[in-house]
């Protein structure tokens, strides 16, 4: 009997993974939860137990590997042109509202400056600059009571999507997604930069720098950045997506690879975060584990969760989460970590689902043209067909089943 490999399993889903749009709501869902401990009593001094970092490390890790192993597919059969109209289509209409409505209607309402100081001070204009990936947590005198003080502190993701977006951009022009080998060894050499300069005792102590300061350019680049810094994760869990892609056909469907990455994970998170586990030694060890469980979930059959069947609500989650909790923080500052949550989630997904129905699907439907997915996640939601959706790859039928391993 023929091994069963990612790539099998991708084909008799006809290029869909039923798997990403349950990953993909978990993982937003996640990142709320997450938030939920910071936003109630602030930042705890002392390392993490293993089951708060683990999850902390994995939800962004597998939210990037599923953006690495979708975009490949979809850089596949598209052009750079339309590559870079599809994603920016995807990401900035929402980011825009997002941060208008922060920056316009929360930041008056919870400030505590004189309206005519909030709507004169540069730091209000300043925030505009977070659709561009210039991440300013802080608007002026919004949130200032609570315990974590910044409006969105989701946002510091989005620079390293734009990085992720202008590497694709660079391996579409150079034709190397038709070289997976060279994919990989972008991954490797990432993580070997990172392991070298934290020998050489370059991030033996990087800042700690307070919520909406801007490090030097020299920690963004050696402590705060892409090699060393929390980052670092991001872009690597992005790549190593993209080359599992790439070498589907190679990647065994396994429950027992399945296993021993959980278990992987499961033992370094135990054994540490310590002193001596840094970024790049994660990266080096659960990161390629959790982008294996990300492929492997992705393309398994998991159920589909009808409180969100009616659209793809996860970015909106994801955008909306957090100050939507600084709002429930606000208003009621002495109840418990369930109950704000709890009431976050409802408010979240309401809003969530705005964003959903009145800006992201709309913005879809002129993305008809360079999205696989579009036209199925179009008709699905019209349709009503709440029990039927599937997260697409992005990667057209005849696409699906050429092996572009070399």
């Known amino acids: 009997m023929q ?17 990403f749009d349950f990953l993909r709501i978990a993982l937003a869902v996640s990142v709320v939860a997450a938030h939920t401990p910071y936003i109630a009593m602030g930042r705890i001094n002392g390392p993490e137990p293993w089951y708060v970092f683990l999850p902390h490390y994995a939800a962004l890790v597998i939210f990037f590997a599923l953006g690495g192993f979708l975009v490949a597919a979809s850089g596949l059969r598209l052009s750079l042109k339309e590559f870079l109209i599809n994603r920016l289509l995807r990401i900035v209409p929402a980011l825009t509202v997002e941060i208008v409505l922060s920056a316009l209607i929360l930041g ?20 505009f600059g977070n659709i561009a990936g210039l991440v300013t947590y802080m608007l002026p005198g919004v949130f200032t009571g609570n315990p974590a003080p910044e409006v969105n502190s989701s946002l510091w993701t989005i620079p390293f999507e734009y990085i992720c977006y202008l590497m694709m951009m660079v391996v ?25 300069l934290d020998v050489t005792g370059h991030g033996a102590a990087p800042p700690q720098l307070p919520p909406g300061v801007t490090a030097s350019l020299h920690d963004k680049i050696f402590s705060a950045g892409i090699f060393l810094g929390r980052g670092s994760k991001l872009l690597v869990a992005f790549i190593l997506g993209m080359a599992i892609y790439l070498n589907r056909y190679r990647i065994p469907y396994d429950g027992r690879v399945l296993a021993a990455c959980c278990a992987l994970c499961l033992a370094v998170a135990i054994i540490g975060p310590v002193d001596w586990m840094t970024q790049p030694l994660l990266n080096a060890t659960i990161c390629p584990a959790l982008v294996y469980i990300t492929a492997y979930l992705g393309v398994s059959p998991l159920p589909r969760l009808p409180i ?45 689902a705005f964003s959903w129905h009145w800006i992201e699907k709309p913005v879809m439907k002129r993305r008809i043209g360079f999205s696989f997915m579009a036209p199925r996640r179009l008709a699905a939601d019209d349709a009503g067909e709440n029990s039927q959706g599937v997260a697409a790859l992005g990667v057209a039928g005849i696409a699906a089943k050429q092996s572009l391993v070399s």
């Open 172 to 196: 579409l022009s150079c034709g190397l997604l038709r070289r997976p080998a060279i994919i990989l060894l972008g991954a490797v050499a990432l993580v070997g930069i990172g392991l070298a």
């Open 3 to 19: 091994r069963q490999s990612i790539g099998n399993m991708l084909d008799r889903q006809k290029g869909f993974g039923p798997g």
């Open 308 to 352: 969100f069947s009616s659209g793809d609500y996860s970015y909106g989650i994801y955008l909306y989460g957090f100050p939507l909790q600084q709002v429930v923080k606000v208003l009621l500052p002495h109840g418990s970590m369930i109950v704000q949550f709890s009431i976050s989630f409802v408010l979240v997904t309401m809003l969530a």
């Open 108 to 127: 008056p309402i919870f400030t505590t400056l004189p309206l005519s100081d909030y709507f004169t001070s540069f730091g209000t204009y300043r925030y």
